[in-house]
């Protein structure tokens, strides 16, 4: 099987502003960039401030906006979801936006890749775990191997990652990706 030519969709798993899950996801295109494969980010922080209210359920389709964001999704079989941990599991603005998407086709036999970061030991574990139940009931492949980045904030400054295995881990990732 060859690899794909459209560009892998990083999506940061937070709305949140300036935050980490958007460094790592920058680091993440970087080695996307190395491995000469396209990537596009795309950030929760864009999301319409409305969304939940003006893009899900009955007005599916009527938020041009968040029209914009699904159709990139449309263009991709491939995808890595840098996901924080919040509150023992992924960010509830991750789950809105996988529920405003169309149903069953968005994901439906398409590739995943999930990094997990924490500021505990656990590396969003159990986050990881949950949106690989998501996408399973979805229809999408996830790669075997989720990288879990615990501790970020001491092994992350000026986009560089210290910690060695960290780094190998997700370059390992990423080239499975690019050949799944």
């Given at each position: 099987m060859?690899?794909s030519?459209?560009p892998?969709?990083?999506?940061?798993?937070?709305?949140?502003?300036?935050?980490?899950?958007?460094?790592?996801?920058?680091?993440?295109?970087?080695?996307?960039?190395q491995?000469?494969?396209?990537?596009?980010?795309l950030?929760?922080?864009?999301?319409?401030?409305?969304?939940?209210?003006s893009?899900?359920?009955?007005n599916?389709?009527?938020?041009?906006?968040?029209?914009?964001?699904?159709?990139?999704?449309?263009?991709?079989?491939?995808?890595?979801?840098i996901?924080?941990?919040?509150?023992?599991?992924?960010?509830?603005?991750?789950?809105?936006?996988?529920?405003?998407?169309?149903?069953?086709?968005?994901?439906?036999?398409?590739?995943?890749?999930?990094?997990?970061?924490?500021?505990?030991?656990?590396?969003?574990?159990?986050?990881?775990?949950?949106?690989?139940?998501?996408?399973?009931?979805?229809?999408?492949?996830?790669?075997?191997?989720?990288?879990?980045?615990?501790?970020?904030?001491?092994?992350?400054?000026?986009?560089?990652?210290?910690?060695?295995?960290?780094?190998?881990?997700?370059?390992?990732?990423?080239?499975?990706l690019?050949?799944?």
């Open positions: 060859t690899p030519t459209s892998i969709v990083i999506i940061v798993g937070t709305n949140r502003p300036n935050s980490m899950s958007r460094k790592i996801a920058e680091y993440y295109q970087g080695i996307l960039q491995l000469h494969a396209p990537s596009i980010i950030d929760l922080v864009n999301l319409p401030d409305d969304f939940t209210v893009a899900l359920y009955a599916s389709g009527k938020n041009e906006a968040f029209n914009n964001l699904k159709s990139l999704l449309e263009q991709t079989d491939k995808f890595v979801f996901v924080p941990e919040y509150n023992g599991s992924y960010p509830g603005v991750l789950k809105a936006f996988i529920d405003g998407l169309p149903y069953p086709n968005s994901f439906s036999n398409k590739k995943a890749a999930l990094v997990g970061l924490s500021s505990n030991m656990q590396g969003a574990a159990i986050a990881l775990s949950h949106l690989n139940d998501v996408f399973s009931y979805l229809g999408m492949n996830t790669l075997a191997l989720r990288v879990k980045l615990a501790q970020i904030r001491s092994h992350y400054s000026d986009n560089v990652i210290s910690n060695a295995l960290y780094k190998e881990l997700l370059e390992i990732q990423a080239g499975q690019i050949h799944f």
